[in-house]
C-alpha cells in the first residue's frame, strides 16, 4: 500500500512564497509521474504541475497560469516531491492535493492520491 503525505500549506499574503511537500511512502514501489492538482471553491480540480519519468529522463509540466512562479521538484532517495511556490496570488487560493502515478508489484500502476492541504493567499 503507497500512501501520499502533504504539508506545507498554509495562509500567505499576495507576492509571498510556500513550499509543498509529498512524501511517498510504502514498500516495492516506483514512481512513474508525481505533481500536484488543486481545487478552488466552485472550480473544478486541475493539473498544477507534473514530473514524469521517461525513458531519458524526467521532464515537468506546468498549467499556464504558474509558469515563471512555481517550480516543481523530485528528491528521488526521498520518495520526496516539492511543489516551490513564489509570486503568490489570490487566485492561486485552492485545496492542494497531491497526485502519483506509481507502480507496485501487487497492483501494478496506479493513481494515489494525497489527503490535500490548504493553500491561502490574502491580505
Known amino acids: 500500500q503507497v500512501q501520499l503525505v502533504e504539508s506545507g500549506g498554509g495562509l500567505v499574503q499576495p507576492g509571498g512564497s510556500l513550499r509543498l511537500s509529498c512524501a511517498a511512502s510504502g514498500s516495492g514501489f516506483i514512481i512513474n509521474a508525481i505533481g500536484w492538482h488543486r481545487q478552488a471553491p466552485g472550480k473544478q480540480r486541475e493539473l498544477v504541475a507534473r514530473?514524469?519519468?521517461?525513458?531519458?529522463?524526467?521532464?515537468?509540466n506546468y498549467t499556464d497560469s504558474v509558469k515563471g512562479r512555481f517550480t516543481i521538484s523530485r528528491d528521488s532517495a526521498k520518495n520526496t516531491a516539492y511543489l516551490q511556490m513564489n509570486s503568490l496570488k489570490v487566485e492561486d487560493t485552492a485545496v492542494y492535493y497531491c497526485?502519483?502515478?506509481?507502480?507496485?508489484?501487487?497492483?501494478?500502476?496506479?493513481?494515489?492520491w494525497g489527503q490535500g492541504t490548504q493553500v491561502t493567499v490574502s491580505s
Open positions: 514530473i514524469t519519468r521517461g525513458p531519458r529522463g524526467e521532464s515537468t
Open positions: 497526485n502519483g502515478n506509481i507502480w507496485t508489484r501487487l497492483t501494478g500502476s496506479s493513481d494515489y
